[in-house]
């Protein structure tokens, strides 16, 4: 079935929404520091921005102190890679101002983050391994 929102989508956007998707699934599970931190969707984002023409975009979901990272195509549709609260995804939000769900997504500057030395240093890691599951994926 042919859903409504494919007619605002560009094919260009599906192919990268597919590989993303694609990638998620085969990301092993990256633990970082002496802490064992898990890999969030700021780090991740910005990852994917290395590998694919996608726009790291950092802000709050739903409502501010929600902070969020997910990914804009040239077209302006939204890529969740790794969506807040839910189990799955990525999710393709078309970019329509009638779209609730596009409307969730409330860009905003997080001051700092990617001045932080450890966050850049835990972010290369996950470029790395990003890197090698692309690699062995052959999407490149």
């Known amino acids: 079935m042919r859903v409504d929102a494919l007619l605002f989508v560009t094919q260009k956007d599906i192919k990268i929404f597919s590989k993303i998707g ?3 699934e085969a990301l092993p599970d990256i633990r970082l520091g002496s802490q064992n931190e ?26 501010r102190g929600w902070r969020h990272s997910w990914l804009t195509t040239r077209s302006g549709n939204i890529i969740d890679h790794y969506p807040w609260g839910m189990v799955g995804g990525p ?20 001051n700092g983050l990617d001045e932080k030395k450890e966050f850049r240093l835990r972010t290369q890691q996950v470029i790395a ?3 090698r599951t692309i690699k062995a994926l052959d999407l490149r």
Request: hydrophobic share 45%; with cysteine; proline share 2%.
């Open 91 to 110: 999710l393709l939000v078309v970019n329509d101002r009638f779209n609730p769900a596009y409307r969730l997504y409330l860009k905003k500057e997080l």
């Open 22 to 24: 694609q990638v998620m």
């Open 38 to 63: 898990v890999v969030d969707c700021h780090m991740l984002g910005r990852a994917f921005e290395n590998f694919f023409s996608v726009k790291c975009v950092d802000g709050y979901y739903y409502r």
């Open 129 to 131: 391994v990003m890197e």
